[in-house]
């Protein structure tokens, strides 16, 4: 049984560009959460999705986006890419409705130069 | 506002031996979760532990096990019989729950980096 697969593993970019970060859920679970985490800090929640809709958004800005398709993977998108948006993005993936696991990838390492 | 308070930036610990990491936690609310996860330097997050705010028992699971106490808002984690392999980064984090009983975001702390010394 796979776990949380994301893609890809480590990109470097330049400032202004745009990214899109991709993760594919553990089987059977239908809710996908993003987490930005910066060296030395613990995750921050960037936003959640479920049944294809943003249900819940941390304190970013609107250059972060994100997508969720109907076999329940999900895109993270970031535009206009700052040096300070360097970072592991982790996915984590879980069951909605009383599951309270959360499953996570191994990340994508982004860094912006 | 809810906030985890990891206090221990890092540890060292004999392999073979006994290591409690601290994680203090605030929130208003009743009902909320607390986890605890393990991210070796591939970046993974990997489970540990987790326990309710209305366990009545403190949560074990193999050589990991959760000292919670409620009312001081601590919910430490104690490693047992240490591993070279237990060397990583160790966070505590923190998830509310609505009514509904769905999930909501982790909050974290900054974590607790732990060196097992052979």
């Known amino acids: 049984d796979a776990g949380v697969t994301q893609s890809p593993t480590h990109l470097i970019k330049t400032r202004g560009q745009q990214v899109t970060l991709r993760c594919s859920p553990k089987?059977?679970?239908?809710?996908v959460s993003w987490y930005q985490q910066a060296l030395g800090q613990g995750p921050q929640f960037i936003f959640q999705?479920?049944?294809?809709?943003?249900?819940q958004r941390g304190n970013f800005p609107d250059r972060f986006s994100g997508h969720q398709f109907p076999n329940y993977s999900s895109e993270l998108n970031v535009n206009a890419l700052l040096l300070g948006d360097s970072a592991l993005y982790l996915c984590a993936s879980s069951l909605e409705g009383g599951s309270y696991g959360y499953t996570f990838g191994s990340g994508t390492r982004l860094t912006v130069v | 506002a809810q906030k985890i308070t990891q206090t221990q930036p890092g540890m060292f610990v004999q392999e073979k031996e006994a290591v409690t990491l601290d994680c203090t936690y605030d929130?208003?609310?009743?009902?909320?979760?607390l986890f605890w996860y393990k991210q070796p330097s591939s970046g993974e997050m990997i489970f540990l532990i987790y326990q309710g705010s209305y366990d009545q028992q403190n949560a074990t699971e193999g050589r990991y096990s959760l000292n919670f106490q409620k009312a001081r808002k601590s919910a430490n984690l104690v490693i047992s019989a240490s591993q070279l392999g237990d060397s990583a980064m160790y966070f505590c984090a923190m998830r509310e729950v609505n009514d509904a009983g769905n999930n909501r975001k982790l909050i974290w702390g900054l974590g607790t980096s732990l060196a097992v010394n052979p």
């Open positions: 929130t208003s609310d009743p009902s909320y979760g």
């Open positions: 089987s059977g679970h239908d809710t």
């Open positions: 999705y479920y049944e294809e809709e943003e249900r």
